[in-house]
């Protein structure tokens, strides 16, 4: 079974920056793609940024300035570095991926358990 393990949330300040990371273990045989969603209280989970397999990049509007996702090659490991952050930026933020679990089958999507990033003073 594919997990994926979130960390590097927690409490900053506004104007602060924090860097997330997520690792996929498990069933893999390769990786689609990774990335990052988010969800504030009472709204909707959008898209933070993705990368896929072939090193493409989308970013949710919010995040195209201020936000970077990078990953290392061979390692099945995502970061997400925010910076300048503000309190709208606050919200549990859920890794995501599409994983292919064995030859000649489909990718499945898959998510983490989530990590709450707080910006506040």
């Known amino acids: 079974q594919v997990q994926l393990v979130e960390s590097g949330g927690g409490l900053v300040q506004p104007g602060g920056s924090l860097r997330l990371s997520c690792t996929a273990s498990g069933g893999i045989f390769s990786i689609h793609d990774m990335g990052w969603y988010r969800q504030a209280p009472g709204k909707e989970r959008r898209l933070v940024a993705v990368i896929t397999k072939g090193g493409r990049l989308d970013y949710g509007e919010f995040a195209e300035d201020r936000f970077t996702i990078s990953s290392i090659n061979g390692n099945n490991t995502v970061y997400l570095q925010m910076n300048s952050l503000k309190p709208e930026d606050t919200a549990v933020y859920y890794c995501?991926?599409?994983?292919?679990?064995?030859?000649?089958?489909?990718?499945?999507?898959?998510w983490g358990q989530g990590t709450l990033v707080t910006v506040s003073s």
């Open positions: 995501y991926s599409r994983v292919v679990e064995s030859v000649g089958s489909r990718y499945l999507g898959f």
